[in-house]
């Protein structure tokens, strides 16, 4: 295998593990950012069709935790445990799923498109156009992010996670040249707008897709990806158990999502530039959420992997190692959002309003990023243990909580603040109760 996680010094092998990805989350950051810095060019109607859009992407990359997470921490135990062959054949379980599911999504995306994009209920004709227009591109060939997506998590639970990060790079790379081209127009290139940012969307995650598959065929490396058949029969044990690990994750993310989904349908009814803030506004909360996402990426294989050798030692040291880290930059984002939220808002924002919403909802959001990116780590360190179902029933009841809560303060005087206040609660809510659930979780497993 090409990273035994099993071995040597924990924050040494750890640390080596984790900082490709969290310099590929940092990318995804960026990635995210450059779409929404060039389309804000256009305008806060364009940018709220975008968020509206990016929802229904955002829908999707639930959908595809589910064969990402479960065959990450299946092949990364059956690594532990020194079972090569299992590890392939959940691979290959895992590449067929995702394929499968990204098809379907495209599907009947494309065939209800107008009906889930009404949802919203959008007033503006200019943003509704928008965000039809980008969603059908983006969801249309979605296929490409969920094949992304789960290769890059076999590639993580072999501890191979410089691979991902070039991909991302070169995806990085493609996306930024494309955006400006395409969005605005330049020379020859006619003026697209957000179909522009949507084709270099897909396009740059098509790319980072290739290098990863061409990873696998080139390289002479032991690889458990090597040797995949597309259209061989799934057997029915390897679902299973891929199922069994990645239901929970997808259910997870897609009631998060279609809860985030309520509360932009809220959010609209203070007008495109609310709407506008709140997708905007989650891009820059990306800084932290996809760093520490990303970690929790990494803690995860290497979790997987110790407790699939027995070693529940390491498990607890390689949690309190990462816990620290992401514990001191989710203080950092904190202070940014809280003490200069009016530099970064004119980062994206060109009018008034749109910038002291913008400047409201990074002080009240700023206040719960440390506890949201603890949360984000423990998730994939119990993930790791296999306890994906615990952490879906905790995420979705406190997260669901954010509906009711958001009503409440929003009819008082907070009036959109009460919204990103049920958020920032909620967060809050969730990092304590994550770090208490996995030091439980590891006491009852000594």
């Known amino acids: 295998m090409e990273g035994n996680l099993t071995k040597g010094p924990i924050l040494k092998t750890l640390t080596k593990l984790a900082i490709p990805i969290m310099a590929s989350s940092f990318l995804g950051t960026l990635y995210n950012i450059t779409d929404m810095a060039w389309i804000g060019i256009l305008g806060s109607k364009a940018v709220a069709g975008v968020g509206v859009g990016g929802m229904f992407t955002w829908l999707s990359q639930g959908l595809a935790a589910m064969s990402r997470m479960g065959g990450q921490v299946q092949v990364a135990q059956c690594i532990g445990r020194g079972d090569r062959e299992k590890a392939h054949k959940y691979a290959q379980a895992a590449v067929q799923l995702a394929t499968l599911m990204g098809l379907l999504f495209a599907a009947v995306m494309l065939l209800f498109l107008h009906p889930l994009v009404g949802f919203f209920q959008l007033q503006d004709p200019e943003a509704l156009q928008a965000a039809l227009s980008y969603t059908k591109i983006a969801c249309g060939l979605i296929v490409f992010s969920f094949l992304t997506l789960t290769l890059t998590g076999i590639y993580t639970a072999q501890g191979d996670s410089k691979t991902p990060f070039v991909a991302n790079f070169i995806g990085l790379v493609t996306n930024m040249i494309l955006d400006p081209l395409l969005i605005l127009g330049l020379g020859p290139v006619n003026k697209f707008g957000v179909n522009g940012a949507a084709i270099a969307t897909v396009s740059a995650q098509a790319i980072v897709m290739s290098i990863l598959i061409l990873g696998v065929v080139i390289r002479k490396k032991e690889n458990v990806l090597k040797g995949i058949n597309l259209f061989a029969k799934i057997p029915f044990k390897y679902l299973k158990g891929i199922c069994k690990i990645g239901i929970p994750t997808a259910i997870q993310g897609m009631v998060y ?32 959420w996809n760093t520490a996402d990303g970690f929790g990426t990494a803690l995860n294989a290497f979790i997987g992997q110790n407790y699939g050798a ?137």
């Open 310 to 446: 027995g070693k529940m030692d390491r498990v607890k040291k390689g949690y309190k190692a990462s816990l620290c880290s992401i514990g001191i930059w989710g203080i950092f984002i904190t202070m940014m959002f809280v003490f200069q939220p009016k530099a970064i808002a004119h980062i994206f924002f060109h009018e008034p309003k749109a910038i002291m919403i913008a400047i409201g909802y990074l002080v009240i959001i700023g206040l719960s990023e440390a506890f949201m990116s603890v949360e984000l780590m423990t998730v994939g360190a119990l993930s790791g243990l296999g306890k994906t179902h615990l952490c879906s029933v905790i995420s979705i009841l406190f997260t669901g909580a954010r509906i009711p809560l958001a009503i409440v303060l929003s009819g008082t005087l907070l009036g959109l603040d009460g919204i990103w206040w049920a958020l920032s609660v909620t967060s809050i809510v969730k990092g304590i109760i994550f770090v208490c659930t996995f030091y439980r979780i590891t006491r009852e497993n000594r």
């Open 257 to 288: 999502c279609g809860i985030s989904m309520v509360l932009t349908r809220m959010v609209s009814g203070f007008g495109a530039e609310a709407v506008a803030v709140q997708r905007v506004g989650g891009q820059i909360e990306s800084v932290s």
